[in-house]
């Protein structure tokens, strides 16, 4: 089984429709993040939790929102979906730097989003 | 805030040729230095990564990296590809800090020809 699992893993969707991406893991990470790719744009910052409490803003979080149920779990919802929100939508977990100073993330596997 | 900038988006290459991909970045305080590799339809992995010693490392599948602090740059290199290197890499930076956020670079697409 995956360390960090992203549900749904593909999901066409219209406009203006509500859609929450989840995703969960088993590393026993403090942080999580949400990260979106666009061909040619790379990977850039939605929204990122360090820990149950904590929620910050990232690069490009407009139109989206984020909930951190647990310390395993962190979601991500588009309220209101719009079709320059398709994109392949990736979660991932990192340790507390403040106890290992690794900086990795670990990936899930993707959700790619289609908005008609 | 930290920029990642990888200088080219597409390399095409053949089987047992050697690679070198640019990556540099702009921050001016300790940084942390990271590939990741993602193989079509897959999710990103660890190639290597840098903290601090040895400026250059080792990861994995043959691949290193080298650190030249004093032009900001990370490039990853490969003596001879192969096929199943095919891939798209990215480079990605964040800072020394603890509460900073990894930054990623745009994405190099490497197709290695049999």
């Known amino acids: 089984d995956a360390d960090v699992t992203q549900t749904p893993r593909n999901r066409i969707t219209k406009t203006g429709k509500r859609i929450m991406l989840e995703c969960s893991q088993t590393?026993?990470?403090?942080?999580m993040y949400w990260y979106r790719q666009d061909p040619g744009l790379g990977l850039r910052l939605i929204y990122y939790s360090f820990d149950v409490k904590d929620i910050n803003k990232g690069e490009i979080s407009d139109g989206y929102s984020v909930s951190r149920q647990a310390q395993a779990k962190f979601s991500l919802s588009l309220e209101s979906a719009i079709p320059n929100q398709t994109a392949l939508y990736f979660c991932a977990t990192g340790e507390d730097r403040r106890r290992s100073n690794t900086g990795e993330l670990f990936f899930g596997e993707g959700s790619r989003l289609t908005v008609l | 805030a930290q920029s990642v900038s990888q200088h080219n988006h597409h390399v095409i290459l053949s089987e047992a040729a050697s690679l070198e991909l640019g990556c540099n970045y702009s921050y001016g305080g300790t940084v942390n230095l990271f590939w990741y590799v993602q193989y079509p339809g897959q999710h990103l992995q660890l190639l290597l990564k840098?903290?601090?010693?040895?400026?250059l490392v080792k990861g994995i599948k043959g691949f290193e990296a080298e650190f030249i602090k004093s032009k900001f740059s990370f490039n990853l290199r490969k003596p001879s590809v192969q096929w199943s290197d095919t891939a798209e890499y990215f480079c990605a930076v964040n800072a020394g800090s603890g509460y900073s956020t990894l930054t990623f670079g745009k994405g190099t697409m490497l197709l290695v020809s049999p």
């Open positions: 840098y903290f601090s010693g040895d400026p």
């Open positions: 590393k026993g990470h403090d942080r």
